[in-house]
Structures are given as structure tokens and as C-alpha cells.
């Protein structure tokens, strides 16, 4: 799995629905407009048009590109936006197999959408929200008595997956250990330098961090074996 997106110097922004998801998978995957090109036996300034220029594009087409992709043609067209992850059928032989907490944390990434588990006195709860993580902790910004916030002072849960339609596979890892709100200005000022790559999706003020040092950290994985 790539890293970091690699683009071009010059290209020019992604415009239209499909567009932005042909280039934010791509970018995903780590390839060039080049290197798509080369996957559809397309031209470069075809997959340039393809994200630049709001169209439509022929279904052969459509199935090579997302076949490149490593996806499906409805997810590049928006067919599943307000589906729920999970509605594909399950593939043939799936095996469900432990990560080890290295991997789990390279999964978990520098930062991404993961559900915080809070449990008050109306019971429990889980809220999604945009995290980041300096590879021992991972913190979410929210707001001071908001349902996410009443994480802090308890041991508390985090899960963050990926569901791949397209192959019927998936992963998903849990963090479990004590929240705490940071107050520490150096914390903060460390997790506000990572969250300048995820604003939360839901705007509003949020300037209250709560981190998690987790002390128990596991991961399953559903791997498709050929037979």
C-alpha cells in the first residue's frame, strides 16, 4: 500500500464526482497519471481528461479503469455512496487471519476516520471521527462536551478498518486503552501539525484534543486465498 500519493508537478486539480475519484484512487494506489495510462492502455492525456473534464466515458473503458483501480465501476460512478460497506456477497475460501501490532499501526497510518467507543451513563456509544497518529497514540480534536469527548478519563476503544468491496476482503484494528484530554502545549502543538491533513469532516469549533495511548492493540484480516 503507497504512502504518499505521487503527482505530477504541473497536473492540474481533479474536477467532477468521477474525476475526484478516479484521481483520489489513483493517488491512493501511489500511481502517476502515467502509470494509469499504462494499466487501460490508455494515453496520459486521456487520464488527464478523464479527471480534469466532466464527462462520460465509454463502459469498456470504465471497466479497465477500475479494474486498474483495483476497485469496482459502481465505486467510481458513485453507485455505493449511500450503501453501507459489507452489501457484496462474500468471496470463495476466505481465511480470517490476526495482524501483528507492527503492521496494525502501519495500517492505521498517519491519519484516517476511525469510531471511538464511549460508554456514559445512558450506556454505550460510538462516534466516527477524523484522527491522526504519531505511532503510539491517536488523537481526534472535538468539542468540549460533545459524545466523543466523554472518552477522556476512561479506558476506552478505537477501530479503524477498510472494507474492499470490489474483492470481498477487508481489515480492521482495534486500540484499546485510557483517553485523556492533552493539555500539554507541545502534545498539542504535535498533534496540530499532523491534523493539518484531516479537518474534521464535520466543521464546527473543535479545540478540544482527546489522545489514546493504547496498551492492547489487535487487528484481523480477511484474506481471499486462490485454490
Avoid at 481533479?14 to 483520489?24: E, F, N, Q, W
Avoid at 464535520?202 to 479545540?207: H, K
Amino acid at each position: 500500500m503507497a504512502d504518499r500519493p505521487q503527482k505530477g508537478p504541473h497536473e492540474t486539480p481533479a474536477v467532477g464526482d468521477i474525476g475526484r475519484r478516479v484521481a483520489a484512487r489513483r493517488e491512493y494506489l501511489g500511481l502517476s497519471r502515467r502509470d494509469l495510462a499504462l494499466r487501460t492502455a490508455s494515453a496520459p492525456g486521456y487520464i488527464e481528461y478523464v479527471e480534469t473534464k466532466p464527462g462520460s466515458h465509454g463502459m469498456g473503458f470504465m471497466v479497465r479503469l477500475a479494474n486498474a483501480l483495483e476497485t469496482t465501476v459502481d465505486e467510481l460512478t458513485g453507485g455505493t455512496v449511500d450503501l453501507p460497506p459489507g452489501v457484496g456477497r462474500a468471496a470463495h475460501h476466505p481465511e480470517l487471519v490476526d495482524i501483528g501490532r507492527e503492521e496494525c499501526w502501519k495500517l492505521v497510518g498517519t491519519h484516517g476516520i476511525g469510531r471511538v467507543v464511549v460508554s456514559d451513563g445512558q450506556g454505550p456509544a460510538v462516534f466516527p471521527v477524523n484522527y491522526v497518529s504519531t505511532g503510539e497514540a491517536i488523537a481526534y480534536r472535538t468539542a468540549p462536551g460533545s459524545g466523543p469527548a466523554d472518552a477522556a478519563g476512561h479506558e476506552t476503544a478505537f477501530e479503524v478498518d477498510h472494507i474492499d468491496e470490489a474483492f470481498s476482503r477487508g481489515w480492521s484494528v482495534l486500540l484499546v486503552g485510557e483517553a485523556r484530554t492533552v493539555t500539554d502545549p507541545d502534545d498539542v502543538r504535535e498533534f496540530e501539525a499532523a491534523h493539518a491533513a484531516t479537518s474534521p469532516w464535520a466543521g464546527g469549533e473543535r479545540d478540544l484534543w482527546i489522545a489514546l495511548t493504547p496498551g492492547k492493540v489487535t487487528g484481523r484480516r480477511i484474506v481471499v486465498r486462490d485454490h
